[in-house]
T-cell receptor, first 113, second 110 residues
Framework: DAGITQSPRYKITETGRQVTLMCHQT?????MFWYRQDLGHGLRLIYY???????DKGEVPDGYVVSRSKTENFPLTLESATRSQTSVYFC????????????FGSGTRLTVV | EDKVVQSPLSLVVHEGDTVTLNCSYE??????LLWYKQEKKAPTFLFML????IEKKSGRLSSILDKKELSSILNITATQTGDSAIYLC??????????FGTGTRLQVFP
């Protein structure tokens, strides 16, 4: 399917476990982003990537790890999940220049118990 | 610290009303300002503004940027219940980071 897809859609995990959220895009967009959305905070940037093998921190990177070995994939890993990481996570992509806006995936709702 | 602020946080109107949503920003290396609409799922792109004073329009929605005042407004005329959503303002920096405001929740009642 064309577009940007996130998996899983829903995930419940326990405190201290490692969990990986997947993001895949089919447009060969150079830029990819991870955001979390929480009530009262809006969308906050966790990490972003300008190209394969290039990643950079956003506003709230602590506790998260990313990698981008291939242009189309940008997985987000919570190394040791905490309750404060319960959130909705959105992946987004854009071509260089972002002239057509940034396109978002459908989101992953993560609950850490 | 880069910051995007939206107001009001919440708005309740009746169908047919006109609403104005505000967005102000304080960022380094501004490149453009974007508006998104978010219903139940992912934000969907509405407008991108790069130049001051040029209105962008799509049906009943319009938006304009004021780079001198570091702000933008989104207008919705003749509101409909389908306009109920969270409206997000975001600023794109030279680094291609996109910084979001907290959003305005609009509820339109029949």
């Amino acid at each position: 399917d064309a577009g940007i897809t996130q998996s899983p859609r829903y995930k419940i995990t326990e405190t201290g476990r490692q969990v990986t959220l997947m993001c895949h895009q089919t447009w060969s967009h150079s830029y990819m982003f991870w955001y979390r959305q929480d009530l009262g905070h809006g969308l906050r940037l966790i990490y972003y990537s300008a190209a394969a093998d290039i990643t950079d921190k956003g506003e709230v990177p602590d506790g998260y790890v990313v990698s981008r070995s291939k242009t189309e994939n940008f997985p987000l890993t919570l190394e040791s999940a905490t309750r404060s990481q319960t959130s909705v996570y959105f992946c987004a992509s854009s071509e260089s220049g972002g002239y057509y806006g940034y396109t978002f995936g459908s989101g992953t709702r993560l609950t850490v118990v | 610290e880069d910051k995007v602020v939206q107001s009001p946080l919440s708005l309740v109107v009746h169908e047919g009303d006109t609403v104005t949503l505000n967005c102000s920003y304080e960022v380094t290396n501004f490149r453009s300002l974007l508006w998104y609409k978010q219903e139940k799922k992912a934000p969907t792109f509405l407008f991108m503004l790069t130049s001051s004073g040029i209105e962008k329009k799509s049906g009943r929605l319009s938006s304009i940027l004021d780079k001198k005042e570091l702000s933008s407004i989104l207008n919705i005329t003749a509101t409909q219940t389908g306009d109920s959503a969270i409206y997000l303002c975001a600023v794109r920096l030279d680094t291609d980071k996109l910084i979001f405001g907290t959003g305005t929740r609009l509820q339109v009642f029949p």
